[in-house]
């Protein structure tokens, strides 16, 4: 690759990233397909330029689509952690419980510094049935998202699949606190009510 070339593509990497801070996701994706046409011969390149096109297309919900360039990515480097826990997300969002949990495995086991994946593995392990070995993964995440209102409503919603009230009412009203414009909190904390026949009204003060 000439050195113009090479200047052309950080050029073009940055304008691509540009694109997806600002939340341009469409202009990203053709500077992506750009880069695969104009530097087919560069692996490297094209493992990058697929690897971005899979993540925005799963987060646009093109699921299918998002799916095959990050199975093409996954063929230029097999140990890249960030292409497994895409994998298993995939997985994941469509119930398949023991394979998202085989590809979030497979990210963990390469980066165990990685609080994300470890909260994926959690996830994914509680929806298969263990949940024990979920929570575990789940309560061992909670002290580095210390002021989430998700995670606390996430831990809640378990509790309650639980049967246990008492926890679930607990973080449920934390999350609440920590956050009182989420949502989901709320929702939760509501539920926690009407399965323990609590209070019908639920306040923040």
Known sequence: ???????????????????VNRGKFHEAIEIYKYILVRYSDNNLAN????????????????TELGLYHIKKALSYDL????????LGFVHYIRYEWENAIQEYKLAFDKEPWNREYLHALGEAVFNAGDKKTGLEYLHEVEP???????????????????????LA?????????????????????????VLGSGPGNVTTS
């Open 1 to 19: 690759m000439t050195d113009g070339m090479a200047h052309e593509l950080d050029d073009l990497w940055q304008e691509a990233n540009e694109h």
């Open 169 to 193: 009412r607990e973080y449920a009203e934390e999350a609440v606190r920590t956050n009182p414009t989420d949502i989901m909190a709320h929702a939760v904390l509501r539920k926690t009510y």
């Open 47 to 62: 493992e990058y330029a697929n690897a971005h096109l899979g993540d925005i297309l799963l987060t646009l919900g093109q």
């Open 144 to 166: 580095f998202y210390p002021d989430n209102s998700g995670m606390l409503a996430e831990l809640a919603t378990a509790y309650i699949s639980l049967g246990d009230m008492t």
């Open 79 to 86: 140990d890249n952690p960030r292409y497994h826990y895409l």
